[in-house]
């Protein structure tokens, strides 16, 4: 089970995106474009899980039974990365943007890692809300109440 489709990621790209990523001689139309490029977005896509079960593995069961709309969404930036990095992406380019959400996808999974950011799943990947996980606090014992501060 992908934690995206090929048809989202493909939603993310503009028309003429692909043909950097099929070379400047391609000519053929746009069905023989999606064949070509089907491969490539499911083996991106593949690349992207592996690379963000490696991540949640150390707090979660992977792959996750049920995804979460954040790993969906960092599994497409992912796996746009990849597919955009195939040819090299260059400063101050339209690609650049993949790199920059790549790298937040990467700040967002080491934090779950180091257990400091949740994804809202228990560690199966079942969605849990903040509410049912509760909180506790604790301190000191009351030192001064009405009845103890009374005739002062």
């Known amino acids: 089970m992908h934690y995206s489709t090929r048809e989202e990621v493909r939603e993310m790209l503009k028309e003429g995106a692909l043909d950097p990523i099929l070379g400047d001689e ?11 490029m089907a491969p490539l977005i499911d083996a991106a896509i593949a690349d992207a899980d592996g690379e963000i079960d490696g991540y949640l593995a150390k707090r979660y069961n992977v792959p996750l039974s049920t995804i979460p709309k954040v790993i969906n969404k960092f599994s497409k930036d992912i796996a746009l990365y990849n597919l955009f990095s ?5 400063k101050d380019s339209d690609a650049e943007i993949y790199l920059t959400r790549y790298n937040a996808a990467v700040r967002f999974l080491t934090l779950v ?4 950011v949740s994804i809202g799943a228990d560690e199966d990947g079942d969605p849990v809300s903040a509410a049912a996980t509760g909180f506790t606090v604790q301190s000191s ?3 001064f109440s009405r009845t103890s501060m009374r005739g002062l």
């Open 113 to 116: 890692a180091e257990g400091k």
């Open 26 to 36: 391609f000519r053929g139309g746009a069905d023989e474009r999606e064949a070509l």
């Open 86 to 90: 195939r040819m090299g992406i260059k």
């Open 141 to 143: 014992p009351r030192l």
